[in-house]
């Protein structure tokens, strides 16, 4: 059995290790409404203290601080590797609070499951790569290689500040591999990885037209922003579902052979997505292979709203002086925002809508890190191990967030691992994880540290 020791210890202090989760997930620490951030990023620092990590808070120039911590290998470990831990203290609103089965900030353990909100989005990830360093020094003493955590307060607001404090300390963010904050397993039960995250281009556009709404009698002579929007919104896309940005595809890539590979791999749950979202089909038809590459390698420009004129019950006959689209656009390979925002703005003036106001709202490199880095090996085969399943490795996530940031900027490798699963309710009412998965995502970790320590191939 692997890490016999360590899972023994494990298994006979899971209680504690609970307890230490449930301190956590009764503190709110909410970034969007500034609710308990100081006091959730104390606990966590509190706990880095207990494994000897000399834990501080960092500032973000104005943001919520990054909570730092390092351990260092024993002095007898010759040329340690680094690993780097990326999580964040912040959560999701609780709200709407009458959906909940159990106060969200309870932590009530209930059909062997911990309900609270943050518990898969992140804490239960931050606890449990604590309690592992935890396990190790009482087990084993000193760790066999350095550990670093970066757990920020940002996350759950789209990071604003991170980019200052990866500017301000990128001798912080040095590492050989990072574990990513999410990851667990999927609706099937099969663990699962990914390697990386699309990138982000969201933008607003403003339309205007006379100085206020009007009786829409005076459209026979006077300009209504709403059609100028939606006729300015139809030169982006085609129904051919194309992005008709001149160079907006330049730097998309396709995938490799082993890239390929990597995707006929993953299970086909084409007809279980179409039942989960109610449609009898995907767009373009896409099933299979083609779906796959579509979903990891190719971009999107997404409608996310549009407002203008009324929108209520009954009628108004009115013409809008005013209308407003927010669109945001995922980005791969090396497509880089702020050149898609030019691209964007560009293509728009060449259309002829250049009395469109376009705002950039946020940007996010894409980046992803090579299957064959060693961090995917020793996660998988932990996985493997461990859970008694091969996981499912995803070259990318369909989603976004600052990995280049953290990780591709430093040429850090990134991989995630986690203690979540496909009914966790992230971002909704009933979060939860099971009790079980949170004890084997600490021996989890304390495996990917044994054999990352071990490990010494370099990445291509
Ligand atoms: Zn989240």
């Known amino acids: 059995m692997v890490l016999e020791d360590i899972s023994t210890y494990v298994d006979d202090h899971a209680d504690e290790y609970i307890g230490w989760l449930q301190t956590l997930l009764r503190q709110p620490s909410v970034a969007a409404q500034n609710l308990g951030m100081v006091e959730a990023a104390g606990i966590v620092q509190r706990q880095l203290e207990h494994i000897g990590a000399s834990p501080r808070l960092i500032d973000t120039r104005g943001g919520q601080p990054v909570v730092f911590g390092e351990v260092s290998a024993g002095a007898d470990v010759s040329d340690p590797r680094t690993l780097s831990f990326y999580n964040h203290y912040d959560v999701q609103p609780a709200e709407p609070y009458d959906l909940w ?6 932590a009530e353990i209930r059909d ?11 804490k239960g990830n931050i606890v449990a ?9 009482q ?3 000193e760790l066999p290689l350095n550990l670093r955590f970066i757990i920020e307060g940002e996350e759950e607001i789209g990071s604003p500040n991170l980019a200052n404090f990866t500017a301000d300390h990128p001798d912080l963010c040095a590492a050989d591999a990072c574990i990513w904050e999410f990851g667990g397993r999927a609706l099937s039960g099969q663990p699962q990885i990914h390697l990386g995250l699309k990138g982000m281009c969201y933008v607003e556009l403003h339309a205007h037209g006379a100085n206020s709404d009007l009786h829409s009698s005076l459209a026979t002579t006077i300009p209504n922003a709403a059609w100028r929007l939606v006729w300015a919104l139809n030169s982006l896309k085609g129904p051919d579902e194309r992005v008709r940005i001149p160079g907006f595809y330049d730097k998309v890539l396709e995938p490799t052979a082993e890239e ?3 995707l006929e791999r993953l299970p086909d749950d084409d007809a279980a997505g179409l039942e989960l979202y109610g449609i009898d ?14 979903d990891s390698y190719q971009p999107t420009l997404t409608i996310a709203g549009f407002e203008s004129g009324y929108t209520g019950t009954g009628t108004k006959t009115v013409m809008p002086g ?4 927010k669109v945001d656009m995922r980005l791969c390979a090396s497509q880089d925002p702020h050149e898609i925002f030019e691209l964007f703005k560009a293509h728009l003036l060449m259309q002829g809508f250049g009395d469109i106001e376009v705002r950039l709202l946020s940007a ?3 980046a992803r890190t090579p299957l064959t880095a060693p961090i995917v090996e020793v996660v998988s085969t932990a996985y493997r191990d461990l859970y008694g399943e091969e996981p499912m490795i995803y070259p990318t996530s369909a989603g976004s967030g600052p990995w280049y940031q953290l990780c591709e900027q430093f040429g850090v490798d990134g991989c995630t691992a986690g203690v979540g699963n496909g009914r966790s309710n992230a971002h909704a009412p009933n979060e939860n994880i099971a009790v079980d998965d949170f004890i084997l995502g600490i021996k989890h970790i304390a495996l990917i540290m044994e054999r990352f320590a071990a490990s010494t191939a370099v990445s291509q």
Not at 101 to 106: E, L, N, Y
Not at 281 to 294: A, P
């Open 129 to 137: 790569r604590i309690a592992a360093i935890h396990a190790w020094q």
């Open 112 to 122: 062997g499951h911990i309900w609270a909100r943050g518990v898969s989005d992140n």
């Open 281 to 294: 089909r995907y767009l373009l038809n896409l099933r299979g292979m083609e779906k796959k590459i579509r």
């Open 260 to 262: 390929q590979a990597a």
């Open 322 to 325: 005013a209308a407003m689209a």
């Open 364 to 366: 996010l490199m894409p």
């Open 139 to 141: 087990v084993r003493g």
């Open 101 to 106: 089965d159990s106060d969200p900030w309870a």
